[in-house]
């Protein structure tokens, strides 16, 4: 494969179909040769952000396999570019590809901040932890310009709600000051993603995140802050970084993370695609075997639709990942827990102030 056939700067090399369209579009192949031989570009590829004003900003979550009740996303599309990333299939419900498109056209809720305090200032809701981000990271690049996450932090503070948060990028030390005023109510907890010790992995997985230096650094200085972190090692993919377990377990608990978490990966709707077409192109010479590996843990498919099995896995390769988290507590999260957040102060704040009785 030569280099310059492999998009550089991005996860998924091509658009996929939308299932829900009925027309596709297809660039010609005579002007694609012609581009080819003028060396000009088909397709821009300059992200691309697009304001979109819903309704409401949080969503129940239903799913049994998900640690969370409710979460919020400021952004649709993520310009990490995470080859794996579930998320990429919601694009689709927007009329755009799970693939590029999904990391080129990113859609920006403005108004997320005064949805949320319309919503946890309702009288008939109870605080329950709203994380950020259940879909799409909510510090991806689009952050530095936005500044929609931090807004959104401080309405959680105002109304003094829990909040989870779910993230790649050192962009949330940013946040700090806010992140500490919530601590102190122990109103947050912080899950950092570490997928990788190997830079040259993290840039094919994940080309446009933090580097690890930088998770790692993350996690440091929010601990030393006294902000519980958890770390996400996920997803685990065999044959490209799940013999890293114990190395990433260790790694983060020397930076102060309580505890973390796993999944193994699952390549459901268009993801399977996306990811296959890329392995091919960025790993040609272990892509049947990662693929295979990845059948193996999933009953002989790259997907898994079933409840309680999908995330887990199943067979030889999911049992020794599972036994490799189980040394990885003991040796390295012993003694080490996330604590829960407080929910019972957010109904003497729900006007913006103290209640006084």
């Known amino acids: 494969m030569k280099s310059k056939e492999f998009l550089k700067g991005r996860g998924a090399q091509k658009n996929t179909p939308n299932r829900f369209l009925q027309h596709v579009y297809e660039m010609r192949e005579d002007f694609l040769e012609f581009c080819r031989l003028e060396n000009e570009e088909p397709e821009k590829t300059k992200t691309e952000y697009i ?5 409401t900003i949080v969503n129940k979550v239903d799913s049994p396999d998900v640690g969370m009740s409710y979460s919020m996303n400021p952004y649709q599309g993520c310009e990490h570019g995470c080859i794996y990333c579930y998320a990429r299939n919601a694009h689709e419900y927007w009329g755009y590809s799970a693939g590029l498109d999904f990391e080129r056209k990113i859609l920006v809720k403005k108004f997320a901040p005064e949805l949320l305090a319309t919503k946890i200032k ?3 809701w109870k605080a329950q932890t709203i994380v950020m981000s ?6 991806q690049p689009a952050e530095k310009q936005f500044e929609i ?3 959104c932090l401080k309405v959680f503070l105002k109304y003094r709600h829990p909040v989870g948060i779910i993230t790649k990028n050192a962009l949330i030390l940013r946040d700090l000051d806010v992140l500490k005023e919530l601590n102190a109510h122990q109103l947050v907890g912080v899950n950092i993603s570490v997928t990788s010790l190997s830079e040259k992995t993290r840039r094919k997985l994940e080309p446009r995140t933090a580097s690890i230096q930088k998770r790692l650094n993350t996690i440091k200085v929010l601990s030393e802050n006294k902000i519980p972190v958890n ?3 996920a997803p685990m993919i065999p044959g490209i970084n799940s013999h890293e377990l114990l190395k990433l377990a260790k790694a983060t608990a020397d930076h102060g993370a309580v505890s973390f978490a796993f999944t ?4 459901n709707g268009a993801i399977g695609q ?11 010479d272990r892509a049947e075997k990662v693929l295979h590996l990845i059948q193996d843990c999933h009953g002989g498919s790259i997907n898994d639709i079933r409840f309680g099995l999908r995330n887990r896995g199943e067979g030889k390769i999911a049992t020794q990942i599972h036994d490799m988290a189980k040394l990885a507590r003991h040796l390295y999260f012993k003694d080490r827990s996330f604590p829960k957040l407080n929910k019972d102060v957010h109904e003497q704040y729900k006007d913006g102030q103290m209640k006084l009785f």
């Open 149 to 151: 996450t931090r807004a």
């Open 122 to 124: 309702h009288k008939n």
């Open 231 to 233: 770390a996400m090692l």
């Open 274 to 284: 996306i990811f296959t077409d890329w392995i091919r192109k960025a790993m040609p």
């Open 264 to 267: 193994i990966v699952r390549l």
């Open 134 to 139: 259940g879909n799409t990271d909510c510090y």
């Open 51 to 55: 304001p979109i004003f819903p309704k």
